[in-house]
Protein backbone atom coordinates (compact mmCIF):
# COMPACT_ATOMS: atom_id res chain seq x y z
CA UNK A 1 0.00 0.00 0.00
CA UNK A 2 1.27 3.52 -0.85
CA UNK A 3 2.13 5.10 2.36
CA UNK A 4 -0.06 8.30 3.39
CA UNK A 5 0.62 12.00 3.39
CA UNK A 6 1.46 12.86 6.29
CA UNK A 7 2.02 16.77 7.44
CA UNK A 8 5.73 17.85 9.50
CA UNK A 9 4.25 16.43 12.84
CA UNK A 10 3.47 12.91 11.49
CA UNK A 11 -0.18 13.59 13.47
CA UNK A 12 -2.30 14.66 10.36
CA UNK A 13 -2.59 14.47 6.70
CA UNK A 14 -1.49 17.26 5.04
CA UNK A 15 -2.26 18.99 1.73
CA UNK A 16 -5.73 20.83 2.90
CA UNK A 17 -6.53 16.95 4.28
CA UNK A 18 -8.08 17.01 7.98
CA UNK A 19 -8.93 14.55 10.23
CA UNK A 20 -11.09 14.94 13.06
CA UNK A 21 -9.54 16.18 16.84
CA UNK A 22 -8.15 13.81 19.39
CA UNK A 23 -9.97 11.50 21.43
CA UNK A 24 -10.69 12.66 25.03
CA UNK A 25 -11.02 10.11 27.42
CA UNK A 26 -14.91 10.02 27.93
CA UNK A 27 -15.44 9.67 23.91
CA UNK A 28 -16.51 6.98 22.07
CA UNK A 29 -13.93 5.22 20.83
CA UNK A 30 -13.24 4.98 16.91
CA UNK A 31 -14.71 1.95 15.00
CA UNK A 32 -12.67 0.41 12.08
CA UNK A 33 -12.48 -2.59 10.20
CA UNK A 34 -8.51 -3.74 9.46
CA UNK A 35 -6.80 -6.65 8.32
CA UNK A 36 -5.70 -8.76 11.24
CA UNK A 37 -3.52 -12.06 12.04
CA UNK A 38 -5.36 -15.14 12.42
CA UNK A 39 -6.60 -16.44 15.87
CA UNK A 40 -9.78 -18.33 17.28
CA UNK A 41 -12.26 -14.66 17.40
CA UNK A 42 -10.38 -13.32 14.42
CA UNK A 43 -10.40 -16.85 11.64
CA UNK A 44 -10.30 -15.22 8.62
CA UNK A 45 -7.93 -12.29 9.53
CA UNK A 46 -10.43 -9.37 9.75
CA UNK A 47 -11.20 -7.50 12.57
CA UNK A 48 -14.12 -4.92 12.84
CA UNK A 49 -13.30 -3.10 16.68
CA UNK A 50 -16.75 -2.46 18.23
CA UNK A 51 -18.13 -6.13 17.01
CA UNK A 52 -14.60 -7.87 18.23
CA UNK A 53 -14.95 -6.12 21.86
CA UNK A 54 -18.63 -6.10 22.07
CA UNK A 55 -19.59 -5.39 25.52
CA UNK A 56 -16.46 -6.21 26.92
CA UNK A 57 -13.70 -4.19 28.19
CA UNK A 58 -10.80 -4.37 25.89
CA UNK A 59 -7.33 -3.21 25.25
CA UNK A 60 -5.70 -1.87 21.96
CA UNK A 61 -1.66 -1.60 21.89
CA UNK A 62 0.13 -0.14 19.50
CA UNK A 63 4.07 -0.59 18.83
CA UNK A 64 6.40 0.42 16.23
CA UNK A 65 7.93 -2.38 14.10
CA UNK A 66 7.70 -5.88 13.91
CA UNK A 67 11.22 -8.02 14.51
CA UNK A 68 12.23 -5.34 17.25
CA UNK A 69 13.49 -6.06 20.38
CA UNK A 70 11.32 -3.79 22.64
CA UNK A 71 8.34 -4.45 20.76
CA UNK A 72 9.19 -8.63 21.23
CA UNK A 73 9.24 -7.99 24.85
CA UNK A 74 6.24 -6.32 25.32
CA UNK A 75 3.91 -8.32 23.39
CA UNK A 76 5.61 -10.95 25.13
CA UNK A 77 5.14 -10.14 28.19
CA UNK A 78 1.17 -9.27 27.16
CA UNK A 79 0.89 -12.84 26.23
CA UNK A 80 2.08 -14.11 29.31
CA UNK A 81 -0.80 -11.82 30.93
CA UNK A 82 -3.52 -13.49 29.05
CA UNK A 83 -4.79 -15.15 31.95
CA UNK A 84 -4.91 -12.23 34.20
CA UNK A 85 -6.91 -10.21 31.44
CA UNK A 86 -9.12 -13.12 30.61
CA UNK A 87 -9.97 -13.31 33.65
CA UNK A 88 -11.03 -9.68 34.41
CA UNK A 89 -13.24 -9.95 31.30
CA UNK A 90 -10.60 -8.00 28.92
CA UNK A 91 -9.96 -8.71 25.33
CA UNK A 92 -7.08 -7.36 23.82
CA UNK A 93 -5.60 -6.30 20.28
CA UNK A 94 -2.24 -5.44 19.18
CA UNK A 95 -1.57 -2.49 16.47
CA UNK A 96 1.61 -2.28 14.06
CA UNK A 97 2.02 -0.65 10.58
CA UNK A 98 3.55 -3.76 9.17
CA UNK A 99 1.92 -6.18 6.87
CA UNK A 100 -0.30 -9.01 8.34
CA UNK A 101 2.12 -11.79 7.22
CA UNK A 102 4.85 -10.33 8.80
CA UNK A 103 3.16 -9.96 12.33
CA UNK A 104 2.34 -13.68 12.09
CA UNK A 105 5.99 -14.41 11.36
CA UNK A 106 7.00 -12.55 14.02
CA UNK A 107 4.95 -14.50 16.42
CA UNK A 108 7.03 -17.43 16.63
CA UNK A 109 9.95 -15.53 17.75
CA UNK A 110 7.76 -13.31 20.38
CA UNK A 111 6.40 -16.65 21.57
CA UNK A 112 9.88 -18.24 21.80
CA UNK A 113 11.71 -15.55 23.11
CA UNK A 114 9.46 -15.56 26.37
CA UNK A 115 8.66 -18.60 28.10
CA UNK A 116 5.30 -19.15 29.36
CA UNK A 117 4.36 -16.68 26.29
CA UNK A 118 0.70 -16.88 23.93
CA UNK A 119 0.04 -14.89 21.30
CA UNK A 120 -3.37 -15.86 21.39
CA UNK A 121 -4.68 -12.23 20.26
CA UNK A 122 -4.66 -10.40 16.78
CA UNK A 123 -2.74 -8.06 15.85
CA UNK A 124 -3.56 -5.49 13.23
CA UNK A 125 -1.65 -4.68 9.80
CA UNK A 126 -2.29 -0.81 9.50
CA UNK A 127 0.16 -0.49 6.63
CA UNK A 128 -1.41 2.81 5.52
CA UNK A 129 -1.66 4.24 8.77
CA UNK A 130 -5.06 5.16 8.45
CA UNK A 131 -6.19 3.67 12.17
CA UNK A 132 -2.75 5.43 13.65
CA UNK A 133 -3.22 8.57 12.45
CA UNK A 134 -6.75 8.71 13.70
CA UNK A 135 -5.71 8.33 17.20
CA UNK A 136 -2.93 10.34 16.33
CA UNK A 137 0.02 8.05 17.64
CA UNK A 138 2.50 8.34 15.46
CA UNK A 139 5.70 9.63 16.65
CA UNK A 140 7.49 12.09 14.30
CA UNK A 141 11.34 11.53 16.68
CA UNK A 142 10.97 7.68 15.29
CA UNK A 143 10.90 7.08 11.61
CA UNK A 144 11.28 4.05 9.35
CA UNK A 145 13.72 3.97 6.25
CA UNK A 146 10.70 5.93 3.51
CA UNK A 147 10.82 8.65 6.28
CA UNK A 148 7.65 8.07 7.65
CA UNK A 149 6.38 8.13 11.45
CA UNK A 150 6.48 5.53 13.35
CA UNK A 151 3.20 4.74 15.53
CA UNK A 152 3.96 5.09 19.17
CA UNK A 153 4.17 2.15 22.08
CA UNK A 154 0.33 3.54 22.39
CA UNK A 155 -2.42 1.77 25.12
CA UNK A 156 -5.91 2.42 25.07
CA UNK A 157 -8.35 1.12 27.64
CA UNK A 158 -12.08 1.11 26.19
CA UNK A 159 -14.70 0.16 28.89
CA UNK A 160 -17.95 -1.99 28.19
CA UNK A 161 -19.79 1.34 26.99
CA UNK A 162 -17.08 1.57 24.51
CA UNK A 163 -16.31 4.61 25.90
CA UNK A 164 -12.27 5.75 26.18
CA UNK A 165 -10.84 5.00 29.64
CA UNK A 166 -7.33 6.15 29.30
CA UNK A 167 -5.01 6.42 27.06
CA UNK A 168 -0.73 6.58 27.44
CA UNK A 169 2.02 6.84 24.87
CA UNK A 170 5.52 6.06 25.41
CA UNK A 171 8.18 6.79 22.68
CA UNK A 172 10.21 3.58 20.74
CA UNK A 173 13.03 3.05 23.00
CA UNK A 174 10.62 3.03 26.13
CA UNK A 175 9.24 -0.47 26.91
CA UNK A 176 5.98 -0.25 28.84
CA UNK A 177 5.16 -1.27 32.23
CA UNK A 178 2.29 -3.92 31.86
CA UNK A 179 2.14 -4.31 35.72
CA UNK A 180 1.31 -1.00 36.00
CA UNK A 181 -1.31 -1.18 33.06
CA UNK A 182 -2.80 -4.18 34.96
CA UNK A 183 -3.25 -2.04 37.70
CA UNK A 184 -5.10 0.62 36.34
CA UNK A 185 -7.08 -1.66 34.72
CA UNK A 186 -8.23 -3.02 38.28
CA UNK A 187 -8.77 0.83 39.35
CA UNK A 188 -10.50 1.61 36.22
CA UNK A 189 -13.26 -1.23 37.00
CA UNK A 190 -13.76 -0.57 39.89
CA UNK A 191 -14.36 2.94 39.79
CA UNK A 192 -16.54 2.33 36.99
CA UNK A 193 -19.32 0.29 39.05
CA UNK A 194 -18.72 2.19 42.39
CA UNK A 195 -18.28 5.69 43.31
CA UNK A 196 -14.92 5.30 45.09
CA UNK A 197 -11.55 7.06 43.51
CA UNK A 198 -8.10 5.26 44.10
CA UNK A 199 -5.14 6.98 45.57
CA UNK A 200 -1.58 6.91 44.43
CA UNK A 201 -0.03 3.45 44.00
CA UNK A 202 -3.10 1.91 44.74
CA UNK A 203 -2.96 -1.89 44.31
CA UNK A 204 -5.99 -4.41 44.03
CA UNK A 205 -7.55 -5.06 47.20
CA UNK A 206 -6.03 -1.95 49.02
CA UNK A 207 -8.75 0.87 50.85
CA UNK A 208 -9.77 3.41 48.11
CA UNK A 209 -11.84 6.97 48.69
CA UNK A 210 -15.22 8.18 48.38
CA UNK A 211 -15.93 10.21 45.45
CA UNK A 212 -16.73 13.95 47.05
CA UNK A 213 -20.07 14.07 45.27
CA UNK A 214 -21.24 11.25 47.44
CA UNK A 215 -23.71 12.68 49.84
CA UNK A 216 -22.76 12.38 53.61
CA UNK A 217 -26.32 10.59 54.01
CA UNK A 218 -25.95 7.90 51.19
CA UNK A 219 -22.41 6.67 53.04
CA UNK A 220 -23.87 3.88 54.97
CA UNK A 221 -25.94 2.64 52.45
CA UNK A 222 -23.62 2.47 49.54
CA UNK A 223 -20.57 1.07 51.97
CA UNK A 224 -22.06 -1.15 54.22
CA UNK A 225 -18.47 -1.78 55.13
CA UNK A 226 -17.88 1.41 56.55
CA UNK A 227 -16.34 4.72 55.96
CA UNK A 228 -13.80 6.70 57.82
CA UNK A 229 -12.86 10.08 57.44
CA UNK A 230 -9.85 10.86 58.07
CA UNK A 231 -8.87 13.84 60.41
CA UNK A 232 -6.93 17.19 58.40
CA UNK A 233 -5.81 20.06 59.33
CA UNK A 234 -8.45 21.97 56.93
CA UNK A 235 -11.40 19.86 59.37
CA UNK A 236 -12.82 19.50 56.02
CA UNK A 237 -14.55 16.09 55.12
CA UNK A 238 -13.15 15.00 52.06
CA UNK A 239 -10.98 12.12 52.50
CA UNK A 240 -13.08 9.37 52.94
CA UNK A 241 -11.59 5.98 52.95
CA UNK A 242 -13.42 3.02 52.67
CA UNK A 243 -12.82 -0.91 52.05
CA UNK A 244 -12.35 -1.98 48.01
CA UNK A 245 -16.42 -2.62 47.28
CA UNK A 246 -17.37 -6.67 46.47
CA UNK A 247 -19.45 -8.38 44.56
CA UNK A 248 -20.95 -9.31 47.96
CA UNK A 249 -21.98 -5.92 49.32
CA UNK A 250 -23.61 -4.96 45.77
CA UNK A 251 -27.27 -5.42 46.37
CA UNK A 252 -26.71 -3.87 50.05
CA UNK A 253 -24.75 -1.15 48.23
CA UNK A 254 -27.57 -0.35 45.90
CA UNK A 255 -25.69 -1.23 42.74
Excluded at 53 to 78: N, R
Excluded at 140 to 160: C, D, E, M, Q, S
Excluded at 168 to 183: H, K, M, S, W
Excluded at 201 to 219: F, H, I, M
Aim: charged share 20%.
Amino acid sequence: PSSPSLSPMGNAPCCGESISGPLLLGDTFIDFTAPCTRTATTPDGKISWHEYIKDSWAILFSHPAAFTPICTTELGVMGVMGSELKKRGVKVCGLSCDSVANDEEWITDIEHATKGCKVDFPIIGDESREIALQLGMLNNAHKNAAGIPLPARGVYIIGPDKKLKLQLLYPATTGRNFDEILRVLDSLQLTHYYEVATPANWRDGEACYVLPSVPAASLSSKFPKGVKVISIPSKRPYLKATPVPTHEVDKAAGY
